[in-house]
């Protein structure tokens, strides 16, 4: 397997980790119980940071020549690029609603419900399409002489000193939220 594709597959099992995160604090939601907002909010800034920066954007490179590949995927792919946009959006929307109720203000509970859900939703989708029909794909779709011409691409997007700092920072933030201790497996 190529490494562009395991950082795939292990920036997947971190989203995993968080929609169980996300999961958790619906349910003390949906309780009438009191979520943590303030970690709710260290959600999404990571997952409007790191993945809409830099993990779909790497998606987006290679979905590209998949299409090329297997034109039978183009469908997919074309809905799975419109997700990006639809999670960066949403994702968006999402932790400006949950900075507002850090920062005193009042929000609809009922609303926030809503659109926690609708974006696990998405998110949840997304990833099991990825996963599940998409990346098993990749490797016997692109011999060396593909990879080399996707890595000088790649090599563009992971050398900007931009994706070096989100990639440090995150990294940071991921820690921290997976360490907060009202985490329940
Ligand atoms: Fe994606
Ligand atoms: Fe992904």
């Known amino acids: 397997m190529s490494n562009v594709l395991t950082e795939i597959h292990d920036d997947h099992r971190k989203y995993s980790h968080i929609l169980n995160l996300i999961r958790f604090e619906l349910d003390k939601l949906n309780d009438s119980s009191n979520p943590s907002y303030i970690r709710l909010y260290d959600i999404m800034h990571y997952m409007t940071n790191f993945p809409d920066l830099v993990h779909h954007p790497l998606e987006e490179i ?44 009042i929000v609809s509970r009922k609303a926030l419900i809503d659109s926690t859900n609708a974006y696990h939703q998405l998110l949840t989708n997304h990833m099991n399409t990825e996963e599940g029909r998409v990346l098993p794909l990749i490797d016997e779709a692109f011999d060396e002489n593909d990879w080399s011409i996707l890595q000088a691409q790649i090599a563009v997007l992971h050398d900007s000193v931009f994706e070096e700092v989100i990639r440090k920072e995150s990294a940071q933030l991921y820690e921290r939220i997976i360490q907060s201790p009202e985490l329940v497996e």
């Open 62 to 105: 290679i979905f590209a020549e998949l299409a090329k590949k297997k034109p039978e995927l183009s469908e997919t792919l074309a809905q799975l690029s419109l997700e990006h946009e639809k999670l960066a959006s949403q994702g968006n929307e999402l932790k400006e609603n949950l900075h507002r109720i850090v920062s005193g203000d």
